[in-house]
């Protein structure tokens, strides 16, 4: 009974069920040394969002920085962003005066033409590893 009610109630804080998802970004075999991760789900509910840190790691939080990542399949779409002329590094991120430039191919940071769909499974950690290339991937349903 005890184990029915702490899947029913999640990790005890109100929220549902996560998973621990980690794993790298690299870019035409090279890590992403910026950028985020954002997971929506195909279902519906809540999304997951992480960060890239300067070796090309992220991991991902649902309510909170690191949280992890409720059980599911999702729809992932990848942004780096650096100034005009940045080399993409963290030091390089975007200024006021300087328009943006993504250092990946934009539509890796578009839902719908990313290509990225990934499947979080319950109750193990999750190593999902994005190697993006310039070639582009088939549109997703």
């Not at 890590?31 to 992480?50: E, K, N, R």
């Not at 309510?63 to 993409?88: C, H, L, Q, R, W």
């Not at 030091?91 to 006021?96: H, I, K, S, T, Y």
């Not at 300087?98 to 319950?122: C, F, H, M, R, T």
């Amino acid at each position: 009974m005890l184990v029915l009610l702490i899947s029913v109630w999640g990790c005890g804080d109100g929220h549902p069920a996560r998973s621990p998802v980690t794993g790298s970004v690299s870019y035409n075999g090279e890590p992403l040394h910026i950028g985020s991760l954002v997971f929506i789900p195909v279902g519906g509910g809540p999304p997951a969002q992480g960060n890239i840190d300067r070796d090309g790691n992220y991991f991902m939080g649902t309510f909170d920085e690191s949280d992890g990542v409720i059980p599911g399949e999702y729809k992932v779409m990848i942004t780096a962003m650096t100034s005009e002329g940045g080399s993409g590094l963290p030091e390089d991120a975007v200024n006021g005066n300087a328009g943006p430039v993504s250092v990946i191919p934009e539509w890796y940071g578009d839902l719908e033409n990313s290509g990225l769909v990934v499947k979080v499974e319950p109750d193990k950690p999750n190593t999902i590893d994005f190697p993006l290339t310039d070639d582009k991937p088939k549109k997703t349903n």
